[in-house]
């Protein structure tokens, strides 16, 4: 049971940077991106065989973050003059272009077969003094995570609360199993530690920058780009920082991705980045620890429909497996939907911050 909620620990920790990406350039500045996976698999293939050529695996994660950033250099510089929905429909094509590249280019990304046999990090036995430096990193860790949901619950707590609450005991669960497993200690608890530190950086950065007036150009492009432009802004460049810095961030999710995982190019399909819409939707677009949240929620229905004793109810709709998946999507469409209707913001949003309908 540790090490499962370890893995779903990983997994929503992974997918929340990927989405903090997203959020970024649609949330906080507007910009329609229905291409994202394609930076995470930029970022995945990158580090992968980076690291089996030797390169120090840091220094591979921010080569592909980088490559994903000039990536969102190249898309930005191209499109962003598009109005929202033909940037929609070019950045899904770009996606779909990566991963036919490296479904096809073996020479490269070794083609349908994916790059196996890489290294990933932490993978060594800490004695036991490394061992209780590693709780101690994590309980820091959680500790801030735990204060700054405190800070937003106690703004508005009718609005708040459940998504607060439902935050607060999953970090507390993370923190109770992640010290467990560091304390027995495998790669997979090493990880864990990586993912959470890394996303709890770029959540701080994130928030640092969205609050700064770069922040506040950005969010005014979101409002009305005219409004900037007649203040002397330069919107086109505002637009493209926003777009190469969520591709980045989304880069350094892929290496994540590839270490939890695995790298096929199949498993960059669009889904992915729908995945990381539904997760800012549900979370609140344009507020970072709403995305957070968001995934947690999603991780957590996930876990929860494929668990033997939710299958129960699949048995008594008499589904087979095929059907369970299907109905399992379903359920996450219905849910979505209810949301736009009832509480569009997301759990966690601001309906000031709110870019739909527009």
Same mark, same amino acid.
């Given at each position: 049971?540790?090490?499962?909620?370890?893995?779903?620990?990983?997994?929503?920790?992974t997918y929340a940077l990927f989405s903090l990406g997203l959020n970024l350039q649609w949330g906080v500045t507007g910009l329609i991106n229905f291409g994202h996976v394609a930076f995470m698999a930029?970022?995945?293939?990158?580090t992968v065989l980076l690291s089996l050529q030797g390169v120090p695996i840091a220094i591979a994660v921010l080569i592909g973050g980088g490559l994903a950033a000039l990536l969102g250099l190249l898309i930005g510089l191209s499109t962003l003059r598009l109005r929202e929905d033909?940037?929609?429909?070019?950045?899904i094509g770009v996606s779909e272009l990566v991963r036919l590249v490296a479904k096809n280019e073996a020479w490269l990304t070794k083609g349908t077969f994916g790059v196996q046999g890489y290294p990933v990090p932490f993978d060594f036995?800490?004695?036991?003094p490394t061992r209780i430096l590693f709780i101690v990193w994590l309980t820091a860790i959680c500790g801030v995570a735990l204060w700054q949901l405190w800070l937003w619950m106690r703004v508005k707590i009718s609005a708040r609360l459940a998504g607060g609450a439902? +935050?607060? %005991?999953?970090? *507390?669960?993370?923190?109770?199993?992640?010290?467990?497993?560091?304390?027995?200690?495998?790669?997979? +608890?090493? %990880?864990?530690? *990586?993912t959470l530190t890394t996303l709890a950086v770029v959540y701080v950065g994130l928030e640092k920058l969205v609050h700064s007036p770069w922040g506040r150009v950005l969010k005014a492009i979101r409002e009305d780009e005219e409004v900037p432009k007649a203040l002397g802004k330069n919107v086109f460049w505002y637009k493209l920082q926003a777009?190469?810095?969520?591709?980045?961030?989304?880069?350094?999710s892929g290496a994540f991705y590839a270490w939890q995982f695995s790298?096929?190019?199949?498993?960059?399909?669009p889904l992915i980045t729908f995945n990381a819409w539904i997760i800012v939707m549900l979370g609140g677009a344009g507020n970072n620890l709403g995305t957070i949240v968001g995934?947690?929620?999603?991780?957590?229905?996930n876990s929860i429909t494929r668990d033997e004793s939710f299958k129960v109810v699949f048995r008594a709709l008499h589904l087979d497996d095929t059907q369970q998946g299907a109905f399992r999507v379903m359920i996450i469409g219905l849910v979505l939907m209810l949301i736009m209707v009832l509480r569009p913001q997301g759990i966690l949003g601001n309906k000031a911050e709110l870019t739909l309908g527009k």
């Open positions: 049971m540790v090490n499962y909620f370890v893995f779903l620990t990983i997994s929503a920790a930029i970022g995945a293939y990158a033909y940037l929609g429909i070019v950045t036995k800490p004695d036991y439902i +935050a607060s %005991l999953f970090v *507390l669960t993370v923190y109770i199993c992640g010290a467990l497993s560091l304390y027995t200690y495998d790669a997979r +608890a090493g %990880l864990m530690l *990586l777009f190469m810095l969520g591709g980045a961030i989304a880069g350094i790298v096929f190019p199949d498993n960059f399909e995934a947690i929620v999603f991780w957590g229905y």
